[in-house]
């Protein structure tokens, strides 16, 4: 038997089981009444995947608890966040709008799972593989928030440099790129991007501005160490005004589609460059004119170049 201690997917599966077999289903009975898959219902079981919010919400409905193990499932869902990231994880689940403002990096709700681990390589290169995969799958989970019937309008602002900053390398923007071409096309998603012409914005660093179900609106922002909600008049006031300014110097939703997808292709283009055109290379020049070249610099020793293990 192992001493690890239970992580909250074992946990929370470990509670499914109970009251599966405390009723004398086999996991193929629950998953018909789930509406899913055996397997699945096996892996939430033994804990190897944490459920997702609807499948904790039809279990709710099957056994008839009033919300038990959709509070249970978020709570896991949280575990290992910092206690001072929770609050604002649970504004981001409830709120109606979310006006994201990021000028480095691709917002994490919008980000893919290799762009997060490069990260989060980055940000903490003495965690271990392991580590990392958890805080990505963390990461990825925010996503669920579309996945409800009434999701929350994300708008955001991003900055021509968090295109251009190559996190992961260039395969990974390219991807991280195309992704943010399909989220564009949600109804409830938009994307603009500040674009170096565009000179200095309104604010330099990334904040959130979210609206409450009720109307009224808070600021997220984050220091080096945590974050913080503020949710007084005179501050939200002002961030509103800045983030007003951002999306009114951003451009336009096509405008931004149209260079991302050009900041797509040139990252495409590092693994195969252009050739060079012809009249420019010195190998295409007639035999004189490669001569008269020759003569208007010093004389260089032409190397043949060995091809690559594998070309």
Partial sequence: MSDAPESPAEAFGNEIKCAREARGWSQTVLAEKLCCQQPYVSKVERGQQLASAPFAEQCDKVFGTPGTYARMRQRAADAGNPLWFIPYLQLEREASAICDYSPTLVAGIL????????????ARPEDTTDQIKAQVEKRMRRREVFDTLTPPSLWVVLHESA??????????MREQLQHLVAASESPHITIQVFPFSAGSPARATPF????RQDGTEVLYEETYERGQVDDSAEVVTAARAAYDRLRADALSREESLALIQ???????HEHHPRPLRRGVDQEQLQPGERRRLHRMGPRLRSVRRRPRPGQ
């Fill in 111 to 122: 980000q893919t799972p290799r762009y997060a681990e490069a990260v989060y390589r980055s």
């Fill in 163 to 172: 295109l251009r900053t190559e996190v992961g390398g260039a395969d990974v």
């Fill in 208 to 211: 959130k501005v979210l609206t």
């Fill in 262 to 268: 050009r900041a797509m292709k040139e990252y495409a």
